[in-house]
């Protein structure tokens, strides 16, 4: 009975002693902070660094590469010379019709023909442009007139046809290829194929119009 009664004195003493100590706990030793959102894929290369950003996250969206830039462009054609025509042409872009035309110079008039062996206008421009292009022409200068695009004199080029009439209300009555410059090559009845200038005086007064085969 004795020996109850100390112990429950000692425990009573205990605890008065506990309201005046607070206990301390052991400070919790400096461990590394873990490290969040380990992936579980191997980062050997950069592939595997975006596949483990898209797993981790799909709606990330990852820069997009930039696009390669646009080729330059080829630099025009080289410029030649025509030893026949006695011209200078910027580039070589009309190269071959330039050596076509300048292969019939000196044929001679022909009327109602196309060949190197006689050609009237029309049967020049017609053999011209079928060899040069694979295009058929109408036969008649008129009627080749209807199937061209109207060009100012001012924007003619290389290849585009000229056309002369007499007068405002005659019917158009020769044909030509314009070179450049002014100049255009076509079969006269004074000469057959031949350059001549679109400066000269009878064909300044008879000039028509200028057409473009599309």
């Known amino acids: 009975m004795r020996k109850t009664f100390i112990l429950c004195i000692l425990a009573a003493f205990s605890l008065i002693l506990s309201y005046f100590y607070e206990v301390t706990p052991a400070e919790s030793a400096n461990l590394p902070?873990?490290?969040?959102?380990?992936?579980?894929?191997?980062?050997?290369?950069?592939?595997?660094?975006?596949?483990?950003?898209?797993?981790?996250d799909p709606l990330v969206k990852l820069p997009e590469p930039e696009p390669e830039p646009a080729p330059a462009p080829k630099p025009e054609s080289e410029a030649f010379y025509s030893k026949k025509l006695r011209m200078q042409f910027a580039t070589s872009k009309n190269k071959n019709l330039v050596e076509t035309v300048a292969g019939w110079l000196g044929t001679p008039y022909r009327y109602g023909s196309g060949s190197k062996r006689g050609?009237?206008?029309?049967?020049?421009?017609?053999?011209?442009?079928?060899?040069?292009?694979?295009?058929?022409?109408s036969r008649s200068s008129h009627s080749m007139y209807q199937d061209v695009k109207r060009i100012k004199k001012g924007n003619l080029r290389t290849g585009d046809l000229v056309f002369f009439k007499r007068g405002p209300k005659?019917?158009?009555?020769?044909?030509?290829?314009?070179?450049?410059?002014?100049?255009?090559?076509?079969?006269?009845?004074?000469?057959?194929?031949?350059?001549?200038?679109?400066?000269?005086?009878?064909?300044?007064?008879?000039?028509?119009?200028?057409?473009?085969?599309?």
């Open 119 to 137: 050609t009237d206008c029309s049967g020049f421009v017609t053999s011209i442009y079928r060899e040069v292009y694979g295009i058929r022409l």
């Open 33 to 56: 902070e873990p490290v969040a959102d380990i992936t579980p894929y191997a980062i050997n290369s950069g592939e595997d660094l975006t596949s483990a950003l898209i797993a981790k």
């Open 170 to 214: 005659q019917p158009i009555f020769h044909v030509g290829i314009y070179l450049k410059n002014g100049k255009f090559i076509h079969s006269a009845t004074n000469g057959g194929v031949m350059v001549s200038s679109l400066k000269e005086k009878f064909y300044s007064r008879t000039y028509y119009a200028g057409g473009r085969v599309n």
